[in-house]
């Protein structure tokens, strides 16, 4: 399996609190993308990076932020957490984006309450 | 963007008979074509992916095919086994491009 590690595991927190999820690989891959998996949706992308300081949004970004300071971490943050982002939340990353492989790491159970 | 569409949602088999998931993508641009496996609790592993260079791909009893001119890929799943049981992705991707595109994910089960 790919190097990657997720932050924390599991996090129950209460609306309106922000939350930071982090992600860290040790492949030194330059895309590293932020997932949430719902039932029936799949996979959908929240943001993703193209490098240092280098970010774009995915389809459901609203409410989401992300902060790429280093190649081996990208950080997904919710400034003020709603019901609705009760997710499993996946970080995954790729050495040449959507040419190459994508690997997931574990993922983060996310409840707000 | 792209948009991939998958079916069946739900899949029930026999062991040993073969599985077959379907999906169905929009942009022709597309030439990356990877599949994932989702036990349940954990992360989705690639367990198969072709390029549109090519129309089939096998690796030991799980094979993938696509039609560029139809705009769809297939994976197929033979000599079913109870460990199969799981959720399946499709997605497509651009060589041009940053992102991936899912598909909505298939639960298989093979009834032992």
């Known amino acids: 399996d790919a190097g990657i590690t997720q932050s924390p595991r599991h996090k129950v927190t209460e609306t309106g609190t922000p939350v930071t999820l982090r992600c860290h690989q040790t492949?030194?891959?330059?895309?590293m993308y932020w997932y949430r998996q719902d039932p029936g949706h799949g996979l959908r992308l929240i943001h993703y990076s193209y490098g240092v300081k280098d970010t774009d949004k995915g389809e459901v970004s609203d409410g989401y932020s992300v902060s790429r300071s280093k190649t081996e971490d990208f950080l997904l943050t919710l400034e003020s957490a709603t019901s609705s982002q009760t997710s499993v939340y996946f970080c995954a990353i790729s050495e040449q984006g959507g040419e190459e492989k994508l690997f997931f790491g574990s993922g983060t159970q996310l409840s707000v309450l | 963007g792209e948009n991939v569409e998958q079916h069946p949602s739900t899949l029930s088999v026999q062991e040993g008979d073969s599985a077959v998931i379907k999906c169905t993508y929009s942009d022709s641009a597309s030439n990356y074509f990877p599949w994932y496996k989702q036990e349940l609790g954990k992360r989705p592993q690639l367990i198969i992916d072709?390029?549109?260079?090519?129309g089939e791909k096998k690796d030991q009893r799980i094979a993938v095919t696509l039609n560029k001119t139809a705009k769809h890929f297939s994976l197929h799943i033979t000599e079913t086994q109870p460990e199969d049981s799981a959720v399946y992705f499709c997605?497509?991707?651009?060589?041009?491009?940053?992102?991936?595109?899912f598909g909505t994910g298939t639960s298989l089960t093979v009834i032992p």
């Open positions: 492949e030194n891959h330059r895309y």
């Open positions: 997605a497509a991707s651009m060589n041009t491009g940053n992102q991936f595109y």
């Open positions: 072709i390029r549109s260079n090519v």
